[in-house]
């Protein structure tokens, strides 16, 4: 019965995305661990750093994350701090021209927003030294976290190196605890696929690499780090992970916000794929593979849902009691999650209903950046700002 063969299909699916994917590679991980040679030396032989930072209406924290820059354990005489404010209308742009003054800043501003991609392609095009690292304006490295990044590049084999972004714990902030409970798992993850050679994807937030390989990247594309991590790979580089460089940021104040970010990421993930079908194609390579199982499936993942709600329906037919009883308790997680969501609405606290609700709005934000997808909207038109 076709039903009941793509009950299945979904259901191992969605099973080894969240549970087989991870065990496997954590698993693989220990066993095939890739060494790297990493500076056994690290105040001596560091290479020189263009820190860059693309800002956009950020006058509330951008002063204090430069000053957190400014402070990072890392020797002065070999870092250089760009940060990029195209497009800020607020006092932005003021605040790092007045920290150029008196500090190793370098402020670089336009009228015209054309996209933090954009952003970066400028900034990436005067920054003078071996090493870059991005990093947003939300997010604040601990002291160490550089050099951590950077230890790595003795290895020659290394083009990328990505740290752990750590959710602070926030009762005020409705995406805190669903945030938090991700990047823990997604750190997990990443570690493990850097021990068998290269993660899927870096973060923007967290990110260095060597600028020789960096290669300007389209502005209508959304997702810099991936398709950044993408070229790299592609010149036979790797990207490796580090939980120990970490960076720690807020979450979204509310999940309005979180479902505008994860929307957007979601849409340029596509972007991507579709760009990079050749090398993310999972029949070809095991980087292939190994993506789809990480994040294209992520992407698609209210896909899954509502095929293996509806396959289920049709089960119904059968009198079976394992498809009854499966299928009531979808209903009933879908129901707690309505009912979280009119809570929130009403700012009543969602108590146990907080992670169905959470969950939902994800994958319902993942449906709607499929949307973008199809419809190819512009890259600027789908950036909301978040509040801070």
Avoid at 7 to 32: E, N, P, Q
Avoid at 92 to 115: C, F, M, W, Y
Avoid at 203 to 218: N, Q, T, Y
Wanted: charged letters at 20%; one cysteine or more; hydrophobic letters at 45%.
């Amino acid at each position: 019965m076709l039903s009941e063969y793509l009950f299945w299909i979904f259901f191992s699916l969605i099973i080894f995305h969240y549970v087989g994917f991870g065990f496997f590679v954590v698993t693989a991980g220990k066993i095939f661990k890739k060494s790297v040679n990493s500076f056994e030396h690290i105040d001596i032989d560091l290479p020189t750093v263009s820190f860059i930072v693309a800002a956009y209406n950020e006058e509330r924290i951008i002063e204090q994350k430069i000053k957190n820059d400014l402070t990072l354990d890392y020797p002065k005489n070999k870092i250089e701090i760009i940060v990029v404010t195209d497009g800020s209308n607020d006092r932005t742009a003021q605040i790092i021209e007045n920290l150029a003054k008196t500090a190793n800043v370098i402020a670089l501003h336009s009228p015209d927003r054309k996209g933090k991609t954009a952003a970066l392609n400028r900034a990436i095009a005067i920054a003078k030294n071996d090493i870059l690292v991005f990093s947003d304006a939300n997010s604040f490295f601990k002291q160490d976290a550089l050099k951590k990044l950077i230890r790595h590049f003795n290895d020659a084999t290394i083009g990328g190196v990505c740290g752990r972004k750590s959710i602070l714990q926030h009762a005020d902030r409705k995406a805190s605890l669903g945030d938090r409970l991700y990047w823990i798992y997604e750190s997990a993850l990443k570690q493990a696929e850097s021990h068998l050679g290269s993660i899927a994807t870096a973060d923007g937030e967290i990110f260095a690499l060597r600028k020789k390989l960096f290669k300007p990247v389209s502005e209508k594309l959304i997702n810099d780090d991936l398709i950044i991590t993408l070229d790299i790979i592609q010149q036979n580089h790797r990207v490796i992970y580090d939980q120990q460089a970490i960076t720690e940021e807020e979450a979204s104040l509310t999940l309005k916000d979180d479902f505008n970010v994860k929307s957007r990421m979601v849409y340029g993930g596509l972007q991507i794929i579709a760009l990079y079908f050749n090398v993310l194609n999972p029949f070809k390579s095991w980087f292939g593979l190994q993506f789809f199982f990480h994040k294209t499936l992520r992407y698609l993942m209210w896909l899954l849902l509502v095929g293996i709600l509806l396959s289920n329906l049709f089960l119904l037919l059968q009198q079976n009691n394992f498809y009854s009883v499966f299928f009531g308790l979808q209903i009933l997680f879908y129901c707690m999650a309505m009912t979280g969501f009119i809570l929130d609405r009403f700012q009543i606290s969602t108590g146990i209903l907080y992670l169905p609700y959470y969950y939902c709005n994800v994958n319902v934000a993942a449906a709607k950046g499929f949307w973008f997808f199809i419809k190819q909207q512009s890259n600027v038109d789908v950036w909301k700002k978040a509040q801070r």
